[in-house]
């Protein structure tokens, strides 16, 4: 079927689903903030009471261990509430100062919803990372109408079903929907004429996505992937450290957009670093079993790139640690350390997304912030150290959307903290009160209260009047 054909058959169910959310989303926007958040904690209770059975479709799809699925809907309820609970707080309309000009008005901001929100979603967090974008989208006033990854459409549908069961109004179940397809109802979606699209996945797919919304002047949010670096400091306590780059590099397979990929070592530290994490990864093992410390690849086609990392790594003089070529047999992929790789080696550039860590010494922390900044992504990073002084200082200096100190995924807990990248990880942000404002449109509204005495916006503007005013403002301004 040529790609013309996939998506004319696409088309319509996409452009359906559009349709019934615009009808809806009137009514979901007349619900008010309590009515909103009812309905949003309503669909929470359903996914809290039956985390064990999304869990179990989350790993059905994705290959990964039961807990993990428990961990990754224990996260995306917790911004669920946030967001339900919130929502008034950030987005109702407040008093702003008028300033010296306009005191004789009084202003006010309040952000209203956009009306309908086209979401795409990756695999790897098939629930975390979209509802993200949902509940933050929903609770702003918006309907969503949700594509799921093609590798996880049963949890898409799932969210929906349990959303429509929660929500069981006559216009309840088009608030939330989800169309399921490819790349094709991808961009049918994008082109469907949602009032925004926010998009996560790579960063390549997320241009094809601005391309399509451009014909149409949709607005996007792009979250997409990482080359996340882990700094260690020679103070730094070297076990914790070791420990959360194994969570960070090898858990979920390594298929973590804000998951350690480099780590960059003070010299000091290195050899002892280095020994310390060889010892985790040698006794960690993926595997099927509901209780694995990490499960197979969930994607045919990514052990294939983890391997081309690792054998590019080798072939430019890096060195394998723990693990080579060897620990790629698919579907699952054995811990790879990869030690002194060359900075232009894929392994250090390109998004892996497996369950490999390449570990480099550097002469102290300025040449940590100079490398780790060195990438085309700028997602998260994490810095391990016993001072807060060179905590907060490296913090100031990564350029990424967020940072961790002495912690890997520190913000991901965190519902009030915005999340999203820099560069070629994207733009935009979801989560907290800036992900409740990237779904709404601000509106400002003043309110004349009494006649300025120098009134400037008349037609028989009195030039006495502009004079004394152009004096005020030299007073003010030109001193
Ligand atoms: P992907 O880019 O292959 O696909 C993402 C989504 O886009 C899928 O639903 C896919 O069907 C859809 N799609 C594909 N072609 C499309 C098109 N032409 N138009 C519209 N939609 C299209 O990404 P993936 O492999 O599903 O996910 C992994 C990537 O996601 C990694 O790069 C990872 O780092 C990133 N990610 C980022 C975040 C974040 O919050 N920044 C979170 C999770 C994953």
Not at 166 to 178: L, S, T
Not at 327 to 340: G, I, K
Not at 427 to 446: M, N, Q, W, Y
Request: charge should be positive; hydrophobic fraction near 45%.
């Amino acid at each position: 079927m040529s790609t013309e054909t996939a998506e004319v058959a696409v088309e319509p169910t996409v452009a359906d689903a559009v349709e019934r959310a615009r009808a809806a989303a009137g009514w979901w926007a007349g619900l008010g903030w309590d009515g909103r958040r009812r309905a949003l904690l309503a669909w929470k209770r359903t996914l809290a009471a039956r985390i064990d059975e999304l869990a179990d479709r989350i790993r059905a799809e994705t290959g990964k261990p039961h807990g993990d699925a428990v961990l990754e809907v224990m996260l995306a309820v917790e911004h669920l509430d946030w967001a339900a609970r919130n929502a008034r707080r950030v987005l109702r309309r407040r008093k702003v100062p008028s300033g010296l000009l306009a005191a004789n008005h009084a202003a006010s901001v309040g952000y209203e919803p956009l009306g309908v929100i086209g979401v795409i979603g990756p695999w790897n967090y098939p629930v975390y990372t979209p509802l993200g974008s949902i509940s933050y989208a929903l609770a702003a006033g918006n309907a969503v109408v949700f594509k799921p990854s093609e590798h996880t459409p049963g949890v898409g549908r799932w969210l929906a079903a349990a959303w429509a069961e929660a929500v069981p109004q006559e216009h309840g179940p088009a608030v939330f929907q989800a169309v399921t397809g490819g790349g094709e109802v991808g961009a049918a979606l994008c082109r469907a004429g949602v009032d925004k699209l926010a998009f996560t996945g790579s960063a390549a797919t997320g241009r094809k996505v601005m391309a399509a919304c451009a014909g149409t002047l949709t607005p996007v949010v792009v979250e997409a992937g990482g080359k996340d670096a882990l700094i260690v400091a020679a103070d730094a306590d070297l076990d914790a450290a070791a420990r959360a780059a194994a969570f960070g590099g090898f858990g979920n397979a390594g298929q973590t957009c804000a998951g350690v990929e480099r780590v960059y070592v003070e010299r000091p530290a290195y050899e002892p670093f280095l020994a310390k994490l060889g010892e985790l990864a040698r006794e960690t093992r993926p595997g099927e079993e509901p209780d694995a410390r990490y499960g197979r690849m969930t994607t045919p086609t990514q052990a294939a790139i983890v391997a081309a990392h690792i054998d590019d790594a080798i072939a430019k003089g890096g060195r394998a640690v723990v693990g080579g070529p060897g620990s790629v047999r698919p579907p699952f992929v054995d811990p790879v350390v990869l030690a002194e790789v060359p900075e232009d080696s894929l392994a250090v550039t390109e998004e892996t997304f497996g369950p490999t860590v390449v570990v480099n010494p550097v002469r102290d922390l300025d040449e940590a912030v100079e490398r780790a900044n060195a990438s085309r992504y700028g997602l998260a990073a994490s810095v391990f150290t016993g001072s807060r002084r060179t905590a907060a200082d490296l913090a100031g200096r990564l350029r990424a959307g967020a940072v961790s100190v002495n912690a890997v995924l520190g913000f991901a807990a965190v519902p009030a903290l915005p999340f999203g990248g820099v560069g070629d990880s994207g733009f935009g942000r979801i989560h907290g009160a800036d992900g409740l404002r990237e779904f709404s449109r601000p509106k400002s509204v003043t309110r004349q209260r009494f006649t300025a005495p120098i009134d400037l916006l008349r037609l028989d503007r009195s030039p006495a009047a502009l004079q004394r005013a152009a004096k005020l403002f030299r007073l003010r301004h030109a001193r």
